[in-house]
């Protein structure tokens, strides 16, 4: 029995695993997923080195991604979320390209040590190392290390954003250790889904997050998850916004009965009580949520989103720089920062934090629709224009950037078809009517954009009330109907 027929039999050899991982790493699955690659490249070389003793979620969260040595396992659950989305696109990745690979790679639920394996004993097995060998150059290795250098120097910066990043050990409910770890895994697997913000994944989510509560009726943070999908229906659109309200005001009034003291749970019914512009509530939700633990991004920059809706701009900021400095990984954050610094009309303040992000790498479409907003409200459109195709180059789907990037090139009817377009979504409850008023106010359309204000007005959205700020609607202002609009926005923002 040769060597080589000997090897496929047992352990696939160091090259073949390489091999592998090369395919996997650089296969359309794991196009956009640079936190994961990162971590599936440093835990198979671990292995690969004889260490895999020390892939524990300690060294994972410490090392891998970043968090440093004040990691907190049972506060921070980002390892057990990324392992449950690694296992996921590993089994996408199998599923779609890699039928006929030779090697399997596989991180087994509850372990972050990833296991080898040949999938067949092809009869050519001589031939498939040689090829294997020929196929990886030989500088490969070092290739890797400096890749995932700057992988890790630029983790801090991925797009994907977390449920929350506690700092601080929270106090578990009684019945906790009764959590089943079916349920756990569903809750983890809905976190996953409620990342992306998408409307159907967040559908999905809910799924997740309720059957881990009929496995484990206890479980509060399957609720706050209940909570917290709802309330991104109730802010964003995809969904009755009035059921929104009431389904997640169900889960988070299960959640605080479960645990009183659980600060997510409270931030989460001070979203849905923002969304119902209840913003006392909202407020005193916000800061009960602080008071349990101060260190929650969320509940600072959801109370930083109150304020600004207020008119309170300098506590908004404050609000919102905290948030970012506990967090500052979720690049949501960062673009609400830049949104207040366009209804504060700071806009050069707001171009100059867009510019520091883009240099230090952060993800672009985000901030290039962003800045583009920026310079639009400055009046200078040749650097609008410019960050407008970069967003819409980022992400095609959007029909909004490219909306506005045809507005800045002059091509009116383009716009208006787009818009028009976006109004239908809006119609559907897809997207917020505030989106198509602001295309509409830009392309001078003045009644079309007051009718779609008074829709968002209609159905209570949150951003209807910053139209007493935004210079897109600087046009409109001198005309009754808008003047009567902000009249009625005026009475509820002062109604705390």
Known sequence: MGEANSSLRGIPTADAVR???????????????????????????I???????????????AMVFGRGDTFDPKADNIVRMEGTRLRHKLRE??????????????????????????????????????????????????WMVAAGAVLAAGLLWTLASRHSHVNAKQKEPAGDASISPEARDLYLEGRFLWQTRRPNQ?????????????????????YVGIADAYGMFAANGGMNKDDAVRFGREAASRALALNPSSPEAHSAMGVLEYSSWRWTAAESQYRDALHLNPNL???????????????????????VRRAMTLDSAYIGFVAGLLEL?????????????????????????????????????????????????LAADADEANLGHRANLA???GHAAEALRLGRQI???????????????????????????????????????????????????????????????LAQVGRVAGAR
């Open 93 to 142: 990745y199998y599923e779609i390209h890699g039928g006929t690979d030779p090697v399997r790679i596989d991180l087994p639920p509850g372990s972050y040590v990833p296991v080898f394996g040949w999938r067949a004993v092809p009869e050519n097995a001589q031939e498939l190392r040689s090829a294997e060998g020929a196929r990886r150059p030989r500088s490969y290795r070092p």
């Open 407 to 409: 507005i800045d090139e």
């Open 47 to 61: 292995v690969l080195a004889g260490q895999s003793a020390q892939i524990k979620e300690y060294w994972v969260g």
């Open 19 to 45: 091999g592998q991982l090369q395919r996997i790493v650089t296969s359309p699955v794991f196009a956009r997923s640079a936190r994961l690659k990162h971590f599936l490249t440093e835990v198979v070389e």
């Open 297 to 319: 991004p969320r509940a600072w920059y959801r109370l930083g989103a109150t304020e600004e809706m207020l008119g309170n701009f300098p506590e908004a900021e404050k609000d």
């Open 202 to 222: 967040m559908r999905s989510a809910i799924e997740m997050f309720r059957k881990a509560a009929a496995l484990s009726p206890n479980y509060a943070k399957a």
């Open 423 to 485: 109004e239908a979504e809006a119609e559907k409850g897809s997207v917020d009517m505030t989106i198509p008023a602001i295309l509409y106010a830009r392309l001078g359309r003045n009644d079309d954009a007051i009718r779609d204000m008074e829709r968002a007005w209609q159905a209570r959205e949150p951003d209807v009330l910053t139209i007493r700020w935004q210079a897109c609607f600087d046009g409109l202002r001198p005309d009754p109907r808008f003047q009567a609009l």
């Open 341 to 389: 610094y366009y209804d504060w009309r700071r806009f050069d303040d707001g171009i100059a934090v867009a510019r520091q992000m883009l240099a230090a790498g952060r993800p672009a479409a985000e901030l290039h629709c962003r800045l583009a907003r920026l310079y639009d409200g400055e009046g200078d459109t040749v650097h609008a224009m410019a960050e407008w195709r």
